[in-house]
Structure formats: structure tokens, C-alpha cells
């Protein structure tokens, strides 16, 4: 257990799983701390180094729909092994059983019996590492306890859903000095890299505004009854109206504007649309009498909020998971010189473009040949062949490795998940307090002052 006490790793475990229930119950942020800085348990993990791992040992729990890809990847990456699997649903911990049995791979340990089996994987001595990909309302225990059981965690987004329980993960990591990264994949994108770079080069010139947004039709998911995504996301549109699921978009912003390093969140102002087309889908696709007419659904099909960060920057976030239109992040960057938009891609620049600022340049391949990210000019063709979202999933997994094995700090730290992730309950108390603006935590205690960018690795 790492010098942890197992009885007290379990009462902690009991306790994670406690709070996050009554969370859960309040997540529309009533009796959530709102703002403000809290006193330190521990020591700062801003820029957090561990001691090189020569191997990392990787344990999953959850290995369904999203976390499937991370058995491929996880194979696929010199000095990752995985020895630990945790899944409550028994067709998807046999799956991974063959998987790695294809692999050659038969000295992996399964969990499975009970909601708390996940436990019995953290307890083992030959895990250094726990990928967290499981519904939501899991999120925060199962990393809080992964840290306590004196590994690091990496979680899917979000990494909590109230305020309480991001100050938690900041708390125990801080605590244990280790590792919580949310696994924000869109930061690993081509494009998203590109433009990072493109940013550090000054490009754009002074940054002034971004527009992020998770704008992606998933009626259909309602459809998923007894598993898979729809089976338990679908609950939260009838519990919680506001950004359900802000860092897709928010996350490569986010870096771009160094948040947490050199300015921060600050306050946050959030209005939805009404709530009709979850409703409509029901009555359309499913008898009268199915549970899904049976569910209010109260979340706006359209939530859009508004940022102001400390530096005095704007950033607009949307989200729309019900309408029909096409697929989009936003991904889009202004600076005092020009501007970078995503879904298409196109750019327009003062100084440094290929034409008029009036008219959107969209042809990339100029801008990938002067200005890709050092990262995928490495990297960017064994990502693309191993896949997962165009690759940024692998690329992800890789530079995580490679940051354990060679005593990096990891690109995104549990400060960055907690102010991206922040964002879903502040919505839902604006959005109910007609509006009015809700202010973000400081998760860094007052250090994203002094700490550094975000640097192009690679």
C-alpha cells in the first residue's frame, strides 16, 4: 500500500464514496463553496515531479465504451504494462480479457465483484498508475482513492462535479504529492497543438478572446438502456441545467491563454435555452409508457456561458449535445493581430497572413508545414496509425508515459482539471441565479502568478 494504512485507505474509501453521493445530491451548487482561496493540507504539486519509472505499471478501471481504447493504446506504448482491470459489468471485463489474451498477455489481474471492487485493484503493489474511465459520479472517489492509495490518477472528464469535490482532489493530491491529471484528449489534436504553437510564436499577437464549445448531437444515446454512455449520462439532463461537459473546447483554450499559468478563471456568467428537444426525441422514438417520457428533462438544449478571466480575457463556452447541426469545438482564438477558428479551419491575420484579414484563409496545409507542433512532427504518424479521435487519444497516453519515465512533469495537472471542470457547477448556479455571475475558486492558492507556461515539448 505504499506506506499507506489499509484499514484507513478503506474508511477514506467509504468516506470518498459518501461525500460524492451527497455531491451528487446538491450539485447545482447550493451548499458548494463558491469562491475564494483555502488553506493548504499539503504542498503545492505545480509542477510536480515523481522519480523516473523504467516501467508503468497501469491499472484501468473501466474499460467500457471510452475505456476500451486505453487497453490498444496502453499495449501499444514501450515501457507501459498493463496489470490490473476493474469493470462491474461482466461482458465488458471478458472483452478485455480477450483483448489481452490477442495480446499474448495473461498475467493481468480482473476485478469485478461489486461497485467497490475498484479497491482490490488499488490495493495491488504492481500498479503505478489508475486510468479512471467510468460514468461520472465516479470520477471523484475513485481518484481521491487511487491518490491515497499512493498512486497517481488519471481521470476522464470531467474530474468532479461540484466544487467540493474538485477542492477535494486538489487537497488529497496536494496531500499525497501525487498526480491528477484529467485525461483531456482535445489537447493532444493536431490543429489544438498547432495553434499552441502558433500562439507561443506570438502570431496572433495579444490574446483577447476564445470561444470553446462540446456542440455534438447524442439523442441517440438515450436509446442505450442497460449500458454503454446513454444508460447513465442520459440522467443528468433531467438533474442538472448548464454546461454538462465543458472541456473538450475549454481545455486547449485554456492553455493557449495560459490559464493557471500567468492568469486564471475569474468569474463566470451562464444562461440555457429552453429545454425541448430531449423531450421531443422521447415521445418521437419511444412508447408512451417508457421510463425516457418519464424523465423532466431540465437542461437547456443550448447552455452558453460567458468567462472573464483575472487578465481581463473573454471566453465563451457552449454546450449543445441535443440539437440537430453538425459537429463542433469552436477552437477559436483571437489576438490583436488575427484570428484562428476551428470546424472548418481557417485564419485571418493583420500581419503575417497570405491575404486580406476580411477573407479566412482555408487551406492548412501552409500553416501545418511552418508552424506543427514539434509533438506531432514526432509523434503525429504512429498516433494517427494507433487512432483514437485522429490519434490525439494515443499521443495523449504516449506523452503521459514518456513524462513518468523520464521525470517530466505531466502537461496538465489537477489544478488544470479542477478550473476546466469547475465550470459545470458554476453554470448550473448561474443559470439558476438568472445569470448572475459565480466566481471560480483560485485552486492554485495564488501560485498560477509565478508559474510558467505551458512550453512546446516535443
Known amino acids: 500500500m505504499s506506506g499507506w494504512d489499509r484499514r484507513g485507505f478503506l474508511k477514506a474509501s467509504m468516506a ?13 451548487g447550493a451548499t458548494a463553496p463558491s469562491a475564494g482561496t483555502r488553506k493548504s493540507v499539503g504542498k503545492s504539486v505545480m509542477g510536480l515531479v515523481v522519480p523516473a519509472m523504467a516501467e508503468v505499471r497501469v491499472g484501468l478501471i473501466g474499460v467500457g465504451e ?20 476493474c469493470d462491474t459489468d461482466p461482458q ?35 500498479v503505478d498508475i489508475v486510468v479512471i474511465s467510468t460514468p461520472w459520479e465516479w470520477h471523484h472517489p475513485m481518484a ?19 466544487l ?46 476564445g470561444e470553446a464549445a462540446y456542440i455534438h448531437e447524442l439523442r441517440w444515446q438515450m436509446k442505450e438502456m442497460e449500458r454503454k454512455t446513454g444508460s447513465w449520462r442520459t440522467k443528468y439532463h433531467s438533474q442538472i441545467n448548464g454546461n454538462l461537459y465543458p472541456t473538450h473546447g475549454l481545455g486547449p483554450v485554456s492553455q493557449y491563454m495560459n490559464i493557471n499559468r500567468g492568469d486564471r478563471f475569474d468569474y463566470l456568467s451562464s444562461m440555457s435555452s429552453p429545454a425541448v428537444g430531449r423531450a421531443a426525441y422521447a415521445k418521437r422514438e419511444f412508447a408512451a409508457d417508457h421510463p425516457r417520457n418519464a424523465m423532466n428533462y431540465i437542461c437547456g438544449d443550448m447552455n452558453t456561458s460567458l468567462i472573464k478571466t483575472v487578465r481581463g480575457r473573454t471566453i465563451m463556452v457552449q454546450h449543445d449535445t441535443t440539437t440537430p ?29 497570405r491575404g486580406s484579414y476580411h477573407d479566412w484563409d482555408l487551406d492548412m496545409e501552409h500553416w501545418y508545414g511552418k508552424y506543427d507542433h514539434p509533438l506531432w512532427l514526432r509523434m503525429g504518424a504512429e498516433a494517427e496509425k494507433n487512432g483514437g479521435h485522429g490519434g490525439m ?24 482539471g479542477a478550473a476546466w471542470s ?9 443559470v439558476a441565479d438568472r445569470g448572475n455571475s459565480k466566481d471560480f475558486p483560485d485552486f492554485t492558492r495564488g501560485l498560477w502568478q509565478s508559474a510558467k507556461p505551458l512550453g512546446i515539448v516535443g
Open 16 to 28: 470518498s464514496v459518501a461525500s460524492a453521493a451527497l455531491a451528487a445530491c446538491a450539485q447545482g
Open 66 to 85: 471510452r475505456g476500451v481504447g486505453y487497453i490498444h493504446h496502453f499495449n501499444n506504448i514501450e515501457g507501459a504494462r498493463i496489470t490490473a482491470i
Open 92 to 126: 465488458v471485463l471478458d472483452r478485455a480479457r480477450k483483448i489481452m489474451a490477442e495480446q499474448g498477455d495473461n498475467q493481468v489481474a480482473y476485478f469485478g465483484q461489486g461497485e467497490l471492487a475498484y479497491r482490490d485493484l488499488l490495493a495491488r503493489e504492481d
Open 144 to 162: 481521491k482513492d487511487t491518490m491515497l492509495a499512493g498512486k497517481h490518477a488519471c481521470v476522464e472528464v470531467p474530474m468532479g462535479l461540484s
Open 164 to 209: 467540493t469535490e474538485l477542492w477535494d482532489l486538489v487537497d488529497t493530491a496536494e496531500l499525497t504529492q501525487r498526480n491528477c491529471m484529467m485525461l483531456e484528449n482535445v489537447c493532444y489534436g493536431r490543429d489544438e497543438l498547432m495553434v499552441l504553437n502558433m500562439v507561443r510564436q506570438g502570431v496572433f499577437g495579444e490574446l483577447l478572446h
Open 325 to 353: 447541426r453538425p459537429y463542433s469545438r469552436h477552437n477559436l482564438i483571437q489576438g490583436s493581430n488575427g484570428v484562428f477558428a476551428g470546424f472548418p479551419n481557417r485564419i485571418a491575420l493583420e500581419n503575417g497572413g
Open 393 to 416: 487519444d494515443f499521443l495523449m497516453c504516449w506523452r503521459l508515459i514518456y513524462c513518468l519515465r523520464n521525470a517530466e512533469p505531466l502537461d496538465q495537472d489537477v489544478y488544470d
Open 422 to 430: 469547475a465550470v459545470q457547477p458554476l453554470s448550473a448556479m448561474s
